[in-house]
């Protein structure tokens, strides 16, 4: 089960970090660098959060099924 979490986090962080990069490159800013990056760091914990969640309601709904 921790592996469920880490690899979405995981994903996310490598994600968010090429978003960043052609960001940077490609997209002329509108805001500050310190502004985007606070975006992509809220973009990962909102997936962190996501996978927690999701393995929060698989649990109760195995539980259940197992009963």
């Known amino acids: 089960t921790k592996r469920r979490v880490v690899l979405p986090v995981v994903g996310a962080m ?3 970090t090429v978003c960043f990069v052609l960001m940077l490159f490609f997209i002329t800013p509108i805001r500050s ?3 985007e990056m606070a975006w992509l760091f809220s973009a990962v914990f909102w997936c ?3 996978a927690l969640c999701y393995l929060f309601i698989r649990s109760l709904l195995g539980r259940r099924g197992r009963s």
């Open 48 to 50: 962190a959060l996501g």
């Open 33 to 35: 660098v310190w502004q």
């Open 14 to 16: 490598l994600g968010a």
